[in-house]
């Protein structure tokens, strides 16, 4: 009996230092932040982001009526944004998606080709296709807050 119990407690002991080797074996993966290479690259990814709206005819105009200071800010917000979704150390402070959009009746269609202007600058940047899509994912859900409002 006694035996069987010790037996039974060497087992519990054995299996708490397997999985405590195991956890220390299991590296952890950089957020995508890091592996987007920091709030530098980002701003870079913006830049060109911003600058295919700006050139592609379905959403141009959109872009074009801002002045200067506005897009420099859009710009920044955007960076900000994309840094602290992707688990980044930024604080984003502008207004959240569905009040930075109202009445701009955004389409669907629209919405798509700002996804391309950004897939664009991401392979320009050569984002490989993993945190592509991870970034993809975190921006995807703005969706309902954006088109249509
Ligand atoms: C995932 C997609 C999108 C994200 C993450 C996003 C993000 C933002 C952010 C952070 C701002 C600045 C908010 C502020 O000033 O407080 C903004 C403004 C703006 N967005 Fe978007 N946006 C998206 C999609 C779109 C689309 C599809 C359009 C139209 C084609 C659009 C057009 C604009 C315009 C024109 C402004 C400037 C508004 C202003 O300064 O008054 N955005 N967006």
Redesign the pocket.
Known sequence: MRSTRLRGAGLVLVAVVLSGCAGMMAKEEPSLYSRLGGRDPIGLVVDDFVAN?SADP??SA??K??PPE?VF??KS??A???CEASGGPCS??????K???QG?K??EA??N???EG?VKALDKHKVPAKENSELLGL??P??KD??GQ
Request: glycine share 6%; charged share 20%; net charge positive.
């Open positions: 709206l379905r959403v959109r872009f009526a801002l506005q800010r859009l917000y955007l900000d944004q994309i984003y402070v502008g207004r959240d998606m009040s930075a959009h701009m955004i389409t629209e919405w080709a700002t996804v950004l921006l995807g703005m969706k954006i088109v």
